[in-house]
Antibody
């Protein structure tokens, strides 16, 4: 059974940093392109970035609002995806989801990040 | 960036009705279009990928069509569990933008 479990969310002050994790199981993680998607309270879905498999170069791409502040990485030995978030602002307050593959066929349950003083 | 225009933003319907949601993209995306369903407090669920391919486990009353810039999601014979918000997403080029969502409510 495919499972994605996010963790690491919480309350952080503006300008602070946070690292989210997404633990994967039930599939061959190292073959999968992985995404991070967020949803601000009461708003729609926003794709924020992805990382390709190492076999496809392991490269990353980001949406403009997070480029230069957020970094996606992966540890295939731990079947874990990461999202390092720096210079956080209140506009980054959202539930953060990881999802699998270009078509996002599986999603985690999400982890809430609140940026507030 | 590819812009997504999804309509309607909200609609109301009754159990048993047929509903259609449309998604228009600002440029040709071939068939790189996905549809998701989201219920309150839950993660999105993939319904349709590649514009018209039904994801495993999704009921056949959900159908997707279109290519290029115009796409539709049709739900025939609405069931109580179908009342939710629906999103389209293009997977043609990054950033993989979503539509703004269509909230389907019970009439």
């Amino acid at each position: 059974e495919v499972q994605l479990v996010e963790s690491g969310g919480g309350l952080v002050k503006p300008g602070g940093s946070l690292r989210l994790s997404c633990a994967a199981s039930g599939f061959t993680f190292n073959y999968a392109w992985m995404n991070w998607v967020r949803q601000a309270p009461g708003k729609g879905l926003e794709w924020i970035g992805h990382i390709k498999s190492e076999a496809d170069g392991g490269t990353t791409d980001y949406a403009v609002p997070v480029k230069g502040r957020f970094t996606i990485s992966r540890d295939d030995s731990k079947n874990t995806l990461y999202l390092q978030m720096n210079s956080l602002t209140p506009e980054d307050t959202a539930v953060y989801y990881c999802s699998r593959r270009l078509i996002s066929d599986f999603w985690g349950q999400g982890t809430l990040v609140t940026v507030s003083s | 960036d590819i812009q997504m225009t999804q309509s309607p933003s909200s609609l109301s319907a009754s159990v048993g009705d047929r509903v259609t949601i449309t998604c228009r993209t600002s440029q040709n995306i071939d068939n790189y279009l996905n549809w998701f369903q989201q219920k309150p407090g839950k993660a999105p669920r993939l319904l349709i990928y590649a514009a018209s391919s039904l994801q495993s486990g999704v009921p056949s009353r959900f159908t997707g069509s279109g290519s290029g810039t115009d796409f539709t999601l049709t739900i025939t014979s609405l069931q109580p569990e179908d009342f939710a918000t629906y999103y389209c997403q293009q997977g043609y080029s990054t950033p993989y933008t979503f539509g703004q969502g269509s909230k389907l409510e019970i009439k």
